[in-house]
């Protein structure tokens, strides 16, 4: 590695960067905050909305199971945001791509979009988790606040505290995956681990793409499998 140009919470640019990269090192700090705040905005009404208006009463008589009901809604929200995502994240670096000759480039912002989506899938699993498990809108409002502040803090003090750790967040994951497809720039934790006491068989372990990705999928799954456990108890009023 050749000397660090500048540092961010999770990744590291190295010197003789392209401004793709550096484009992409702005924006995991900038996508890192708004798309969590988004996504936790889009998601919170899923199903609480419906439960404070009567609609799911409504679907609750129709010959479908609750977990039909559950799953319908989810997906949707989910795939509707990562569509959003993947578009917008995808137009913000239009115009990189246009002005750059290398054919190279606009391959890896169509892979950063790819990653862009699934980050987003994880972050629209929580919200969507909140609103089946809080009985009112205004609930799921205030538990997608907290759950936001939560995760953002929560990355700051996981890694002040226990910076190992930070493998396990979703921050992390989605960062390791776009540091992934520049050469120059490489995930914070891996410098730090580096330079301590860890082997590395260890780095190899927690700073990969495919744990990043699979770390973004337990974060998809397990909030949804999470939500459905309580909405399968729901009570439809008549």
């Keep these: 590695m050749t000397g660090s140009s500048e540092v961010a919470t999770f990744v590291t640019l190295e010197e003789g960067h392209t401004v793709s990269a550096a484009y992409w090192f702005l924006g995991i700090d900038i996508y890192v905050v708004f798309l969590p705040l988004l996504a936790f905005l889009f998601g919170y009404g899923t199903i609480a909305t419906e439960r404070d208006e009567g609609t799911l009463s409504i679907l609750g008589s129709l010959p ?17 945001f990562m569509g959003v995502s993947f578009v917008g994240v995808l137009a913000g670096s239009f115009g990189l791509v246009i002005t750059t000759s ?6 890896s912002h169509l892979l950063g979009a790819v990653w862009s989506a699934l980050f987003s899938a994880a972050l629209v699993s929580i919200a969507v988790t909140l609103s089946a498990l809080l009985s009112s809108r205004l609930h799921a409002l205030s538990g997608a606040i907290a759950g936001y502040f939560g995760l953002v803090f929560g990355a700051v003090w996981t890694l002040g505290i226990a910076p190992i750790a930070i493998v396990g967040h979703p921050f992390h994951g989605y960062s390791v995956l776009i540091a992934g497809v520049f050469d120059t720039m490489y995930p914070s934790l891996e410098i730090t681990l580096s330079s301590g006491s860890q082997s590395a068989e260890t780095l190899l372990w927690v700073v990969t793409a495919p744990v990043a990705v699979l770390v973004l999928f337990v974060w998809v799954c397990c909030p949804l499998a999470v939500g459905y456990l309580g909405f399968r108890n729901e009570v439809f009023l008549s």
């Design 64 to 80: 479908v199971t609750r977990f039909d009901i559950y799953i319908g809604k989810a997906l949707a929200r989910v795939l509707v």
């Design 102 to 107: 290398v054919a190279a480039v606009s391959f």
